[in-house]
């Protein structure tokens, strides 16, 4: 009788070390500000968002694009500068190695157009060798930093881009039109917009004149 009293004793004894020890690891965790350990359900799976604790939606990573052959290209590559696009530059040979290249029929050795699968809807201009300009198009998601891209109002290139030259366009009624930068010319890359009938942008383009300016590739 005495045994099994004992025995009862100890177990009950155990079991409040047992609970005393988790408590204690709880609140060492708070003391020293990291979390006490979690399940694996609990945990982080990798290559997952982490919820917003404000929101309980999940961030997004680092957003990438796929190309038509499958490859990634960050999103940060996706945005047009008066500098370029990418790894092409204004002003400079196409790069070695890059993945544009000359596709289809050309308008001469001294004026080529350059495509990338990476960039779908984007082409670019090369004269002498240099990249001279380059065109986003509809079918592309290409932007620049302020947010404008193809199919965005007049209205918001306006409050971005204030003061750009109107011209009537050369294929379509008006309200279609081309908004070109006031430094356009002056030897610097510019910013020329072509905006549709529908008052959307249907194409953006930087470069330097008069390539800038050309209505049909090289012409």
């Known amino acids: 009788m005495h045994r099994v009293t004992f025995g009862m004793k100890l177990h009950h004894t155990l079991l409040a070390c047992l609970a005393f020890g ?11 500000g990291t979390a006490a350990p979690t399940s694996t359900s609990e945990s982080a799976v990798e290559g997952t968002a982490a919820p917003s604790l404000a929101t309980g939606i999940a961030s997004e990573p680092a957003a ?27 002003g400079k040979p196409v790069p070695n190695g890059s993945t544009w290249a000359e596709r289809g029929a050309q308008a001469s050795d ?8 990476a960039y779908p809807g984007v082409y670019a201009i090369v004269l002498d060798g240099k990249v001279q300009r380059i065109t986003v198009g509809k079918r592309s998601d290409v932007k620049l930093v302020e947010g404008i891209g193809v199919g965005a109002s007049e209205q918001d290139v306006e409050k971005w881009f204030g003061g750009f030259r109107s011209e009537p366009h050369k294929y379509e009624a008006a309200p279609a039109k081309y908004l070109t930068a006031p430094n356009a010319g002056r030897g610097d890359s510019a910013l020329r917009f072509e905006i549709g009938q529908d008052g959307k942008v249907s194409a953006m383009h930087v470069g330097l004149m008069p390539a800038l300016a050309y209505v049909e590739g090289c012409a």
């Not at 988790?22 to 020293?32: G, I, N, P, R, W």
């Not at 999103?75 to 696009?85: D, F, H, I, V």
């Not at 001294?110 to 699968?117: D, F, K, L």
């Open 110 to 117: 001294a004026c080529t157009t350059v495509t990338s699968s």
């Open 22 to 32: 988790t408590a204690l690891t709880a609140c060492s965790s708070e003391q020293s």
């Open 64 to 90: 990438v694009r796929k190309d038509e052959q499958g490859a990634t290209t960050p999103a940060s590559m996706k945005t047009l500068r008066l500098e370029g696009l990418g790894d092409l530059r204004i």
